[in-house]
């Protein structure tokens, strides 16, 4: 592992970067969007527990813990079946309405604070607008790999200014109702006309981001450590991939 000394000036860094670059022959950054660039789960997190103090108090079940697990549970179950469609939360939360007989209005509301999470304006993760500066001040080309809808995408790219670094027909968009795989992966590289050899994939998910990417042979993969990530997302992955905090650690490893 490479060690970022604490003696170079930002000039020397970015000329190293760029020739870990050309070395490499790295002509396409491939991002993920959510919790590698934006906040995603903190709105997701809070949602849900807006939720489950709702349910708290307006059905049988008084136990906030009890909701958490329940509702946690059932999401993914329909992540399986509906990936990232926003429609699936009114799947979990039909699901607990008929076992728990909830209200139709409790039930209503309920689906109301889940929808609620496409409209909150989202914030970078920490770390992601530096890095996001840096390659742009080395001129290093960026592309976004996500498996959200248009609209919601479309939303996240305004509220984080992103036009700043990439342009729009640069947002790769997966099938919301599937999950990232490595076909996926090979599309978006078509997409954007490049071999995997000559990229760099940026994710936080084993399972969505590094793994089907690197299968394809992408060589460079980092992966954005998240402790709070969903489980579902959770796998081993190859050795070769580095483990960052955020986007800006990438440099750390290139000196």
């Given at each position: 592992?490479?060690?970022?000394?604490?003696?170079?000036?930002?000039?020397?860094?970015?000329?190293?970067?760029?020739?870990?670059?050309?070395?490499?022959?790295i002509?396409?950054?491939l991002?993920?969007?959510?919790?590698?660039?934006c906040?995603?789960?903190?709105?997701?997190?809070?949602?849900?527990?807006?939720?489950?103090?709702?349910?708290?108090?307006?059905?049988?079940l008084?136990?906030?813990?009890?909701?958490?697990?329940?509702?946690?549970?059932?999401?993914?179950?329909?992540?399986e079946?509906?990936g990232?469609?926003?429609n699936?939360?009114?799947?979990?939360?039909?699901?607990?309405?008929?076992?728990y007989?909830?209200?139709?209005?409790?039930?209503?509301?309920?689906?109301?604070?889940?929808?609620?999470?496409?409209?909150?304006?989202?914030?970078?993760?920490?770390?992601?607008?530096?890095?996001?500066?840096?390659?742009?001040?080395?001129?290093?080309?960026?592309?976004?790999v996500?498996?959200?809808?248009?609209?919601?995408?479309?939303?996240?790219?305004?509220?984080?200014?992103l036009?700043?670094?990439?342009?729009w027909?640069?947002?790769?968009?997966?099938?919301?109702?599937?999950?990232?795989?490595?076909?996926?992966?090979?599309?978006?590289?078509?997409?954007?006309?490049?071999?995997?050899?000559?990229?760099?994939?940026?994710?936080?998910?084993p399972?969505?981001?590094?793994?089907?990417?690197?299968?394809?042979?992408?060589?460079?993969?980092?992966?954005?450590?998240?402790?709070?990530?969903?489980?579902?997302?959770?796998?081993?992955?190859?050795?070769?991939?580095?483990?960052?905090?955020?986007?800006?650690?990438?440099?750390?490893?290139?000196?």
């Amino acid at each position: 592992m490479q060690v970022e000394s604490p003696h170079l000036s930002p000039i020397e860094k970015e000329l190293r970067f760029n020739d870990w670059r050309r070395n490499n022959n790295i002509q396409l950054f491939l991002l993920d969007l959510d919790d590698t660039l934006c906040d995603t789960q903190s709105v997701f997190n809070r949602q849900i527990s807006l939720a489950c103090n709702y349910l708290a108090n307006n059905s049988p079940l008084p136990e906030n813990n009890v909701w958490e697990k329940e509702i946690r549970s059932i999401n993914d179950i329909y992540f399986e079946q509906y990936g990232v469609n926003p429609n699936r939360w009114n799947q979990v939360v039909d699901t607990l309405s008929n076992k728990y007989l909830l209200h139709f209005q409790v039930a209503s509301y309920v689906k109301e604070i889940f929808q609620d999470i496409y409209t909150t304006p989202l914030q970078f993760k920490v770390g992601a607008k530096e890095g996001l500066d840096f390659f742009k001040k080395t001129d290093t080309p960026m592309a976004i790999v996500t498996h959200a809808n248009k609209d919601w995408t479309w939303r996240k790219y305004n509220w984080l200014g992103l036009n700043k670094y990439l342009d729009w027909n640069d947002v790769y968009i997966v099938d919301e109702n599937g999950h990232k795989t490595p076909q996926s992966w090979q599309s978006a590289l078509n997409y954007f006309k490049i071999q995997a050899s000559d990229c760099v994939v940026v994710g936080d998910s084993p399972r969505s981001d590094i793994n089907p990417a690197t299968s394809i042979g992408i060589r460079h993969s980092f992966l954005v450590k998240n402790s709070n990530s969903w489980s579902i997302h959770q796998q081993e992955v190859p050795k070769e991939t580095k483990i960052i905090n955020n986007l800006s650690d990438i440099v750390k490893y290139t000196l």
